[in-house]
């Protein structure tokens, strides 16, 4: 079994920052991806930042210039660091991984409890 745990969430004021972390624990062999997806209130949810396991990011179009993806491979842990907030990136953001574990032998999707994001003034 693998659980991932989010922090970092709060309420900012438009233009502020915040970082998320989303760190994995259990039978870990190697994580393939790590992606943070958000779901705003009345809308899908949608892929917001990916990194692979050579480091590749990529991002969606609405906050590239303002959120970077980063990770620590030995703490099995991803980030987002997030600037230049605004009241549109109010949502629910969740955190999701491609985790090999060892016991069993498998590959699948894991995906944290979600942390609140509020821009408000």
């Known amino acids: 079994q693998v659980q991932l745990v989010e922090s970092g969430g709060g309420l900012v004021q438009p233009g502020g920052s915040l970082r998320l972390s989303c760190a994995a624990s259990?039978?870990?062999?190697?994580?393939?991806?790590m992606n943070w997806y958000r779901q705003a209130p009345g809308k899908q949810r949608e892929l917001v930042a990916t990194?692979?396991?050579?480091?590749?990011?990529n991002y969606a179009d609405s906050v590239k210039g303002r959120f970077t993806i980063s990770k620590d491979n030995a703490k099995n842990t991803v980030y987002l660091q997030m600037n230049s907030l605004k009241f549109e990136d109010t949502a629910v953001y969740f955190c999701?991984?491609?985790?090999?574990?060892?016991?069993?032998?498998?590959?699948?999707?894991?995906w944290g409890q979600g942390t609140q994001v509020t821009v408000s003034s």
């Open positions: 259990g039978s870990i062999l190697s994580i393939n991806f």
């Open positions: 990194i692979n396991r050579g480091g590749n990011s």
């Open positions: 999701n991984m491609g985790v090999l574990t060892s016991t069993p032998s498998v590959l699948r999707d894991y």
